[in-house]
């Protein structure tokens, strides 16, 4: 190499670094706002300092792959990327024993057998007695899932212990089948929340819409905030039973 190329490569690599300075510089608000946004409606074993290393990574991804000529300003395609890196960081440390996993999808299968028995949405007291559990221990599985992992619909696509709709190939030739696959998923789920009981919709609506936290959504519909944890639950387990489907595909 020569003197001439070595100092054009240092140069370019020295412009590099102070361009993601002023990225840092300029977005990091941002990044710390969107933890701290996350922090209030995480397990308390999430930690602030891990969730904003994980966003700024995100960062720097979202100044990497941003199309201006998609229309969305770079603000707002960053906040989706730091948000998804932040999520995605809280899912690595998912610390729940195998049985809580079972447990999940036990309930996800009972709310399906039930609802498919029956035509309607099934409650409490039978998804209890189709797992021949009393009501408490139910309610004290539902307290268990909802505590030992973060639910968002991505999540939906997961049984608990394995990967999701697809796997990661990195080839591009797949990309259009699964945005095609993305987009009936899309459909499917929208029509599985319209169609779900009124108020474990009025729980989703309140915490991923209004961003309220489980007390507060307690407080909107006059329950405590374990009966709110109960229903959020339950809500997750009645997805997965009604997308099963997809998630077997």
Same mark, same amino acid.
């Given at each position: 190499?020569?003197?001439?190329?070595?100092?054009?490569?240092?140069?370019?690599?020295?412009?590099?670094?102070?361009?993601?300075?002023?990225?840092?510089?300029?977005?990091?608000?941002?990044?710390?706002?969107?933890?701290?946004?996350?922090?209030?409606?995480?397990?308390?074993?999430?930690?602030? !300092? =891990? %969730?904003? @290393?994980? +966003?700024?990574? /995100?960062?720097?991804?979202?100044?990497?792959?941003?199309?201006?000529?998609?229309?969305?300003?770079?603000?707002?395609?960053?906040?989706?990327?730091?948000?998804?890196?932040?999520?995605?960081?809280?899912?690595?440390?998912?610390?729940?024993?195998?049985?809580?996993?079972?447990?999940?999808?036990?309930?996800?299968?009972?709310?399906?057998?039930?609802?498919?028995?029956?035509?309607?949405?099934?409650?409490?007291?039978?998804?209890?007695?189709?797992?021949?559990?009393?009501?408490?221990?139910?309610?004290?599985?539902?307290?268990?899932?909802?505590?030992?992992?973060?639910?968002?619909? !991505? =999540? %939906?696509? @997961?049984? +608990?212990?394995? /990967?999701?709709?697809?796997?990661?190939?990195?080839?591009?030739?797949?990309?259009?089948?699964?945005?095609?696959?993305?987009?009936?998923?899309?459909?499917?789920?929208?029509?599985?929340?319209?169609?779900?009981?009124?108020?474990?919709?009025?729980?989703?609506?309140?915490?991923?819409?209004?961003?309220?936290?489980?007390?507060?959504?307690?407080?909107?519909?006059?329950?405590?905030?374990?009966?709110?944890?109960?229903?959020?639950?339950?809500?997750?387990?009645?997805?997965?039973?009604?997308?099963?489907?997809?998630?077997?595909?």
């Amino acid at each position: 190499m020569t003197a001439a190329a070595s100092g054009l490569r240092m140069y370019n690599k020295a412009q590099a670094q102070d361009s993601q300075h002023q990225l840092i510089e300029r977005y990091g608000p941002l990044v710390k706002r969107i933890a701290y946004h996350l922090l209030a409606r995480l397990p308390a074993s999430v930690q602030v !300092d =891990d %969730l904003i @290393q994980a +966003g700024m990574i /995100g960062l720097l991804e979202a100044s990497k792959k941003y199309d201006g000529g998609k229309g969305a300003s770079f603000e707002t395609y960053a906040g989706i990327r730091i948000r998804g890196a932040m999520l995605d960081e809280v899912r690595k440390g998912d610390w729940a024993p195998r049985s809580v996993h079972r447990n999940t999808r036990m309930v996800s299968d009972a709310i399906r057998k039930i609802e498919a028995r029956t035509g309607r949405d099934a409650k409490d007291q039978e998804v209890a007695a189709e797992l021949q559990l009393s009501l408490e221990d139910y309610y004290g599985i539902l307290g268990d899932t909802l505590g030992s992992r973060l639910f968002s619909f !991505d =999540d %939906l696509m @997961q049984d +608990g212990e394995h /990967g999701g709709m697809h796997e990661d190939t990195g080839s591009t030739q797949t990309e259009p089948l699964h945005e095609l696959e993305d987009e009936r998923f899309q459909s499917a789920l929208a029509e599985a929340i319209a169609n779900l009981p009124e108020r474990e919709r009025l729980v989703l609506a309140l915490y991923y819409d209004e961003e309220l936290n489980l007390k507060e959504i307690g407080e909107v519909l006059g329950v405590s905030e374990s009966r709110v944890s109960q229903l959020h639950s339950q809500c997750a387990a009645r997805l997965r039973a009604r997308l099963g489907e997809w998630r077997a595909s």
